[in-house]
């Protein structure tokens, strides 16, 4: 078996294990593919800091989707691609002109708009508020967890808790992320 045929294979059972509820096999499917969502995103946006969150995003959208996911002969790498495509067309829509994703690289060179960040400003408002929103716990346990990409067993050492807690806490803290940022777009 090839190396694309392994990789492959273990996405299948890190995903499967994922919409069977282990937080922690999305969170290896996470540090997988990262810095290609990442790399992908930042050719097209001109700061760091907006590629930060539009990847943390394709993630979070990834992740709630994830019950759904079915591979369909597409590698899960280009299922997160998809999201990310369908971020970054979010993101330009949301300028005062439209821009092309194909135009997307020249934007990256040029400073920001007022417009854009104006936007980005409130779009990181928003999340930061879902997130301080959120009992302690559930900020930490996201911070160490997804923010910083720590081992569960890290994470666990860390709020001096089991590793079991600890995936139990994060999948509940997600939930709760979640349902806080549907309730801000309404």
């Given at each position: ?19 069977g509820?282990e937080?922690e ?46 591979e ?53 408002r ?25 081992s ?35």
């Open positions: 078996m090839g190396e694309d045929a392994h990789a492959l294979e273990n996405d299948a059972e890190l995903i499967a294990r994922a919409q509820g937080v096999a999305f969170g290896e499917l996470y540090q997988r593919y990262l810095d290609q969502i990442y790399r992908y995103i930042r050719v097209r946006v001109a700061e760091d800091r907006v590629a930060e969150d539009l990847t943390e995003v394709v993630f979070l959208r990834s992740f709630e989707t994830l019950g759904r996911y079915k369909r002969g597409r590698s899960f790498s280009a299922f997160l691609y998809q999201v990310a495509r369908n971020l970054l067309v979010d993101h330009y829509r949301q300028q005062k002109e439209e821009v092309p994703i194909e135009d997307a690289n020249q934007m990256a060179i040029s400073a920001p708009t007022v417009d854009e960040q104006v936007i980005q400003a409130e779009r990181i928003a999340i930061g508020h879902a997130l301080t929103s959120l009992p302690p716990d559930y900020q930490e346990v996201i911070r160490l967890r997804v923010i910083l990409a720590l569960t067993a890290d994470v666990a050492a860390w709020m001096g808790r089991s590793e079991g807690a600890i995936r139990v806490l994060l999948h509940r803290a997600l939930t709760a992320l979640r349902r806080r940022l549907a309730e801000s777009d309404e």
